[in-house]
Antibody, heavy 120, light 110 residues
């Protein structure tokens, strides 16, 4: 059964870059049937889509974050990564990685999430 | 401000049937299917309904979804205490070229 798992620092300073990695296990990240996505959830708030990446490296970003977001993929390691630059306290959130089908049917499965706090 | 609109809260008693609405526009719900997620306290969201009314394996048939025009709804029948959670609707948005979420509905089982 495919699983995804986030990893990365839990604390980032303001103005720095938030970097997270999602490791895929139990399946291949190179399937042409899926997108790999990042979603975040500020404490006590709702879900916000950050962006998706295809195994070929094609990326799709939320316009509200596009200027600060880079998502990349390493098919040799079955990993994809998120970089969010120039972070502020407003970027404090639980960050989730997840898989989505190209013929869109939602995100499934999700990682357990990782809390990233932006603070000096 | 979420692209899809949900009521912030809903409630019901055990055994009751409750519905949660989700309103969107022509660029999302109006032209694409709707998915629903259940987020139990302290856990990651879980796909509950996909493609408007399909249940992933393991999801009880007490949960059902429907869509009409630019709105959708999630129904939970035979409400149980373990259904107390946050529920989110989501749909692909053709203008955004990505998925959009509702603000979430907190379901309380009284």
């Amino acid at each position: 059964q495919l699983q995804v798992q986030e990893s990365g620092p839990g604390l980032v300073k303001p103005s720095e870059t938030l970097s997270l990695t999602c490791t895929v296990s139990g399946g291949s990240i190179s399937s042409s049937s899926y997108y790999w996505g990042w979603i975040r959830q500020p404490p006590g708030k709702g879900l916000e889509w950050i962006g998706n990446i295809y195994y070929s490296g094609s990326t799709y970003y939320n316009p509200s974050l596009r200027s600060r977001v880079t998502i990349s993929i390493d098919t040799s390691k079955d990993q994809f990564s998120l970089n969010l630059s120039s972070v502020t306290a407003a970027d404090t959130a639980v960050y989730y990685c997840a898989r989505g089908e190209v013929v869109w049917n939602g995100f499934d499965p999700w990682g357990q999430g990782t809390l990233v706090t932006v603070s000096s | 401000q979420s692209v899809l609109t949900q009521p912030p809260s809903a409630s019901g008693t055990p055994g009751q049937r409750v519905t949660i609405s989700c309103s969107g526009s022509s660029s999302n719900i109006g032209s694409n299917t709707v998915n629903w997620y259940q987020q139990l306290p302290g856990t990651a969201p879980k796909l509950l309904i996909y493609s408007n009314n399909q249940r992933p394996s393991g999801v009880p048939d007490r949960f059902s979804g429907s869509k009409s025009g630019t709105s959708a709804s999630l129904a939970i029948s035979g409400l149980q205490s373990e259904d107390e959670a946050d529920y989110y609707c989501e749909a692909w948005d053709d203008s955004l070229n990505g998925p959009v979420f509702g603000g979430g509905t907190k379901l309380t089982v009284l």
